[in-house]
């Protein structure tokens, strides 16, 4: 599979190597703004990697609790400008139209954070978020075998060393989708908003992988998308886990080789530990 359009540039540089200097061409990924209207109203501009722009702002809207239901996405554009590259998606609602004193900020997520400059904390967490379905068991041999799945489609990771990524897994291991971005949480929105688009929410019977850590914007976005099992190859952060917790979700972190720890809802990938 190759990388998306537009997300990879080439620069040149100066490489130090054991006391050797040369100039050689490198592999960068690129990061650009994206836009996205209602209309002709802007909510919200994010720093992102270009490619599944339209799964992304459809994504964003559905894990940010902007829109409730699939069938409000009546449309989706994206106006391609010089060199087939836009940074604007406008997306058009259907019903009664979209009440935007519902919006407590202006939407601004920097790539490192995906609920930067958010009113608080509360007004995330107040959405209606239901627990995942509790019933869903994953072997912890499957877990193991993740991370090796979602490194072997990083396209772009591989070319630049530079983005993060987000899979989704049946619980078999089978992977079924991946995506990459600057950010980690842009990168789960493109995975909702794929999933959104297929009609395939809620994603009750799958897992979703991260690299790097598992901030509260990740919990936060998965349980808006219905997964039950959250695993990354880092650290959660106290308020993911807290989160977690709070919905019964099973958050897993430092996935790699043959060991993770479980921060909440173990239940559904090993039994209580002895004693």
């Known amino acids: 599979m190759r990388p998306p359009q537009h997300s990879i540039e080439l620069t040149q540089v100066t490489e130090w190597q054991d006391g050797a200097v040369r100039s050689v061409t490198d592999s960068i990924a690129v990061e650009e703004p994206l836009e996205i209207r209602i209309g002709d109203k802007p909510i919200t501009v994010t720093m992102r990697t270009p490619g599944h ?5 459809a994504g964003f809207l559905w894990s940010e609790g902007l829109i409730e239901s699939p069938d409000q996405l009546a449309a989706l554009h994206q106006e391609k400008g010089p060199g087939a590259k836009s940074n604007l998606v406008e997306i058009g609602l259907s019903g009664d139209g979209f009440e935007f004193g519902r919006l407590q900020r202006n939407f601004y997520a920097a790539s490192s954070c995906g609920i930067c400059g958010k009113a608080s904390i509360e007004s995330i967490r107040v959405r209606g ?3 995942p379905d509790p019933d869903l068991k994953v072997d912890p041999e499957v877990l193991c075998g993740l991370p090796g799945l979602l490194r072997g489609e990083q ?10 990524a987000a899979a989704l897994f049946e619980s078999t291991g089978k992977m079924i989708a991946v995506r990459e971005d600057i950010g980690r ?3 789960v929105d493109k995975i ?6 297929a009609g395939m929410l809620p994603l009750s019977h799958h897992v979703c992988m991260v690299s ?3 901030g509260f914007e990740i919990v936060q976005k998965t349980l ?7 695993a990354s190859v880092s650290a959660p952060s106290s308020l993911a886990v807290k989160l977690a917790r709070e919905f019964n979700q099973t958050l897993i972190g430092f996935l790699r080789e043959r060991r993770f720890v479980v921060y909440a809802g173990q239940s559904r990938c090993m039994p209580k530990p002895r004693d």
Not at 192 to 197: M, T
Request: hydrophobic fraction near 45%.
């Open 192 to 197: 909702v908003g794929w999933a959104l688009l």
């Open 224 to 230: 808006a998308a219905g997964i039950p099992v959250v």
């Open 129 to 131: 978020l239901r627990p």
């Open 185 to 187: 949480h842009n990168a």
């Open 155 to 164: 396209q772009v990771f591989g070319r630049t060393g530079g983005l993060h």
């Open 53 to 57: 722009d339209k799964e992304l702002a």
């Open 212 to 214: 790097g850590r598992g």
